[in-house]
């Protein structure tokens, strides 16, 4: 029996192999690996962002002769860029850095946010499996390669390893607004530093970023009507 399920099983992949297209007018489309993106929620998070945009920046500026450097705002900044640029201000003053007011001789750092939309109803892919529970407290995630129980007392409550498992993913569906964050630094004639992210977006919050949506068309409320002979 199981040398026949074996045979089975080899004559299906070499069918399967078979049916494969050689040759394609275009390229095949495939998806990229699993990777995660963080998704914005709370003006810590820009923060978070300053932060890390500013480490990336002073490890390159190290590489030189200490300058001043001068933050380029945008004439009309959004909310998100207003914060940004305060925040990364802030950093690079307490890091010992000289930032001037001026830009005359110093390095100017430029900011650039792209705001993009793709569709609505995006996929969200999250580990596939339901919780079941097992005992008061205790839990088992099914469908997954290795199950992964929780018992594990905490206090006076148990530990619900559903959520625990769960909680580095952000709640609802996967938002349609991300944003692409590029930092540079340069003078008249080179970039010194540079750095890009990309990021999630609360489509509720698309105004902090600078994306405002139409507004929606009204009904018409009149109606034209085409009087034909004589009155």
Partial sequence: MMAL????????????AGCAS??????????????????????YHWGVISDNIEKSIVAELKKSPPR???????????????ALTTQLTTSLVNDGYAVTRS?????????????????????????HGERA????????????????????????????????????FAPGATPRTEIIVTVSVSDQFRYVARSTSAYYVADSDRILYGIVDPEPDEPKLTRLFKVRGDM
Avoid at 22 to 43: D, E, G, I, S
Avoid at 104 to 123: C, E, H, Y
Avoid at 140 to 164: F, H, R
Wanted: charged content about 15%; glycine content about 6%.
């Fill in 5 to 16: 399920k074996t045979a089975m099983a080899l004559a299906a992949g070499i069918l399967l």
């Fill in 22 to 43: 050689r040759y394609t007018p275009t390229p095949v489309a495939t998806n990229f690996p699993t990777t995660k993106q963080a998704k914005l929620q709370a003006a």
């Fill in 68 to 82: 001043p450097v001068f933050l380029n705002e945008a004439r009309e900044p959004t909310p998100f860029q207003r």
């Fill in 103 to 127: 830009p005359a001789g110093s390095l100017k750092i430029d900011m650039d946010v792209q705001a993009v939309t793709f569709t609505a109803n995006r996929p969200q892919y999250r580990y």
């Fill in 133 to 168: 529970a097992l005992a008061s407290g205790v839990w088992v995630l099914s469908e997954i390669e290795a199950p992964l129980l929780a018992g594990v007392a905490v206090g006076a409550g148990a530990w619900d390893s559903y959520d625990w498992f769960n909680a580095q």
